[in-house]
């Protein structure tokens, strides 16, 4: 069964503090991303990552940053917390571009709150 | 404008109802469309993909698309309780390329 696990499923943390999040996947998969999910905005792409130590910034980037140093793991930092942060996290990973389609394979997320 | 608009709903609907789930997009060059089904507490699964124009049908799940309306629907029939959650659109221009996702319509399906 094809997996996509996350660190965390809910995390407190206060303004200002450093947030790691952690997606691992085990598909051998090239495409990792990261999404926000709010309400009413849908999934907004913060970063995504076609291989081993490349990235590129998606339509929200500010304030985020992203490690890729091994092809299952890809982590999203927030440099400094903050509360307009507080959002659901999602990790996705799909094969890829030579796939027939671009099903991506979600992680169960990470509520983050930023107090 | 946002390139993928779809209603938040909620929607709610008696067992056995047909639902239909609709999204318009701005984009001409999106080719390949997705529906994807999300449970309260879990990351979202691929429901449904379609390519170009036309209908899939999968079990009780029908994917339409109207390139020429710019509008993509997902209907499905015979609606069972289980199949309350959250069903997000999602379109891409070509394999490989950036998925734009729809806001995600809530759909509540009462027994």
């Known amino acids: 069964d094809v997996k996509v696990t996350q660190s965390s499923r809910y995390l407190v943390k206060r303004t200002g503090e450093k947030v790691f999040l952690e997606c691992v996947q085990d598909m051998d998969h090239e495409n990792m991303f990261w999404y926000r999910q709010d309400p009413g905005l849908g999934l907004r792409l913060i970063y995504f990552?076609?291989?081993?130590?490349?990235?590129e910034k998606g339509d929200i980037p500010e304030g985020y940053s992203v490690s890729r140093e091994k092809k299952e793991r890809f982590s999203l930092i927030l440099e400094s917390a903050s509360t307009n942060q507080t959002s659901m996290y999602l990790c996705?990973?799909?094969?890829?571009?030579?796939?027939?389609?671009?099903?991506?394979?979600f992680g169960p997320g990470t509520r983050l709150t930023v107090l | 404008q946002k390139e993928v608009e779809q209603d938040p709903g909620p929607l709610s609907v008696p067992e056995g109802a047909i639902v239909s789930l609709n999204c318009t997009y701005s984009n001409s060059a999106f080719q390949y469309f997705m529906w994807y089904r999300q449970y309260s507490r879990k990351g979202p699964e691929l429901l449904m993909y379609?390519?170009?124009?036309g209908n899939k049908e999968d079990g009780r799940f029908t994917a339409q698309v109207d390139k020429s309306s710019k509008y993509i629907s997902l209907f499905i029939r015979d609606s069972q309780p289980s199949d309350s959650a959250t069903y997000l659109c999602?379109?891409?221009?070509?394999?490989?390329?950036?998925?734009?996702f729809g806001a995600g319509t809530r759909l509540f399906v009462k027994a």
């Open positions: 999602a379109m891409s221009a070509r394999t490989g390329f950036k998925t734009i």
């Open positions: 990552s076609y291989d081993v130590k490349m990235k």
């Open positions: 996705a990973s799909s094969p890829s571009s030579g796939s027939s389609y671009n099903e991506q394979f």
């Open positions: 379609t390519y170009s124009s």
